[in-house]
């Protein structure tokens, strides 16, 4: 079974930086494509980037330019690089996975990410 665990959200200034970081377990991370999503309160989930195992990217157009997504395969593990952060970009951040040949599909529990103005 697929666990995918997010850790590095908190509380940051308008202009800061984090850097989220998604731990997987249960699975080969190059079998798989990956990806963040968000979702603010009373939004629907959305995609903030995903990065194929081919290590294709592709984000959001709020993003383009401030997030940057990677991946480490020897450590099983996605990253997301959020710099320049605005007060739009609180959400809870949730990292995905789905799975090449399967089309299986898995979320982590999320993270909290809280920008001030």
């Known amino acids: 079974q697929v666990q995918l665990v997010e850790s590095g959200g908190g509380l940051v200034q308008a202009g800061g930086s984090l850097r989220l970081s998604c731990a997987a377990s249960?699975?080969?991370?190059?079998?798989?494509?990956m990806g963040w999503y968000r979702q603010a309160p009373g939004n629907e989930r959305e995609m903030v980037a995903t990065?194929?195992?081919?290590?294709?990217?592709n984000y959001a157009d709020s993003v383009k330019g401030r997030f940057t997504i990677s991946r480490d395969n020897a450590k099983n593990a996605v990253y997301l690089q959020m710099n320049s952060l605005k007060p739009e970009d609180t959400a809870v951040y949730y990292c995905?996975?789905?799975?090449?040949?399967?089309?299986?599909?898995?979320w982590g529990q999320g993270t909290q990410v809280t920008v001030s103005s």
């Open positions: 990065i194929t195992n081919s290590r294709n990217t």
């Open positions: 995905n996975s789905v799975h090449v040949y399967s089309g299986q599909s898995s």
């Open positions: 249960g699975t080969i991370l190059t079998h798989n494509n």
